[in-house]
C-alpha cells in the first residue's frame, strides 16, 4: 500500500473562508467559455416567469443572464459583501434592477424566501476541492420546487496516475498541489471515473472516491491526476479546459509507485468536500495478479 501527501494539519478547515477575492470574480467573469457553456444553459432552462437563485453571484452576471431568459425574480447570493452593490449596480444599469434581488449570505446554510424553478451553483474546481459546491447544492435543493432544475445539473470526477513534472525555474515543486498541466507530464494508467453526482441529489461531503486503475506503459507515477466533466444542462456538456473551469488537479504522491504495463491498482480517494486536496486521504494499493 502506498501513501499520497501528507495532510497540511492535524485539524480539517471545514468552516474556512468561502469567498472569491476580486480578482478570482474578475477571472471568472471573462473567461468568454465557461460564460458560454453557462448562458447556454441557462437560456435553454430558465422560462419566463421562474424563480430562480444564482448562489455564489459574485458580480450577478448569471443572474442577470437569467433575468433577461424571462426569470421575473432572481436573488442573487454572494458571501463576499463587498459584490452586494456591484450586483445592484449591474442590475440598474442593464434595466433589470426589479427583477434582481442581490443579498449577502452564505448559500452553504442560508434560507430562500420562496420555492425556486431553478438553482444555478457553478462554485467547482476538479474533485469538489477548494470549492462548496456540493454544500451549496445539498441546502438550496430543498428549495427547488417539484420538476425544477439545476445548473449545472452534475458532474463527473476521473481520476488517473500520471508522471508528473517536478523542476520548474531550477526548483523542485512537488509538494503543493496544481491545476496547471505542464509540458512534462505523462499519462500512465488509463483514467476513470470516481464520482458521477447530479446536484438534483443531495450528497454526501465526505467523499469516498474508489477506482480500479490499469497502467497502460512504464514509468514512475509520483501523482495523481483529476479530471472532471460538467453536465450545464440536457445536451450541453463539456470537459475541456477553459481560462478557469475544467482545469484538472494534480496531486503530487508521498512515495512515488513504479509501474509497468498491465500492472493494476485500486486507488481510495478519502477527503471532504471544499477542503484542499493537501488534506485528502489517497492509497494505492497493487492488484495482486
Not at 68 to 85: H, I
Not at 227 to 242: H, M, N, V
Request: aromatic content about 8%; charged content about 25%; some cysteine.
Amino acid at each position: 500500500m502506498t501513501d499520497s501527501t501528507p495532510r497540511a494539519s492535524l485539524e480539517t478547515k471545514a468552516a474556512i473562508d468561502k469567498a472569491f477575492t476580486t480578482y478570482d470574480i474578475q477571472a471568472c467573469l471573462y473567461d468568454t467559455r465557461r460564460v458560454k457553456y453557462l448562458q447556454d444553459a441557462i437560456v435553454k432552462t430558465v422560462k419566463p416567469g421562474d424563480v430562480v437563485v444564482d448562489a455564489g453571484s459574485g458580480t450577478g452576471l448569471l443572474g442577470l443572464l437569467a433575468a433577461k431568459a424571462g426569470a421575473r425574480r432572481v436573488y442573487c447570493l454572494e458571501f463576499n459583501a463587498d459584490f452586494v452593490p456591484v450586483i445592484e449596480e449591474n442590475a440598474r444599469r442593464n434595466g433589470l434592477a426589479d427583477q434582481i434581488i442581490a443579498i449577502h449570505a452564505d448559500a452553504t446554510s442560508c434560507a430562500l424566501p420562496e420555492a425556486v424553478d431553478v438553482v444555478i451553483s457553478e462554485v467547482i474546481s476538479a474533485g469538489f476541492f477548494y470549492e462548496p459546491q456540493l454544500q451549496i447544492t445539498n441546502n438550496l435543493r430543498r428549495f427547488l420546487k417539484p420538476g425544477g432544475a439545476m445548473i449545472p445539473m452534475g458532474m463527473q470526477n476521473y481520476v488517473e496516475l500520471i508522471s508528473a513534472q517536478e523542476d520548474i525555474y531550477g526548483l523542485k515543486l512537488n509538494f503543493d498541489t496544481r491545476f496547471t498541466e505542464l509540458e512534462e507530464d505523462r499519462p500512465l494508467t488509463d483514467s476513470r471515473q470516481y464520482l458521477d453526482n447530479r446536484f438534483e441529489d443531495w450528497t454526501d461531503p465526505a467523499i469516498r472516491g474508489r477506482a480500479r486503475l490499469k497502467a497502460s506503459t512504464a514509468g514512475r507515477a509520483n501523482a495523481v491526476k483529476i479530471a472532471y466533466r460538467i453536465d450545464f444542462a440536457e445536451g450541453i456538456s463539456g470537459d475541456k479546459p477553459t481560462d478557469f473551469l475544467l482545469n484538472p488537479q494534480v496531486v503530487f504522491l508521498e512515495k512515488p509507485i513504479d509501474l509497468q504495463p498491465g500492472d493494476q491498482f485500486d486507488i481510495c480517494l478519502d477527503y471532504l468536500a471544499s477542503n484542499s486536496p493537501l488534506e485528502a486521504d489517497i492509497t494505492i494499493t497493487p492488484v495482486l495478479s
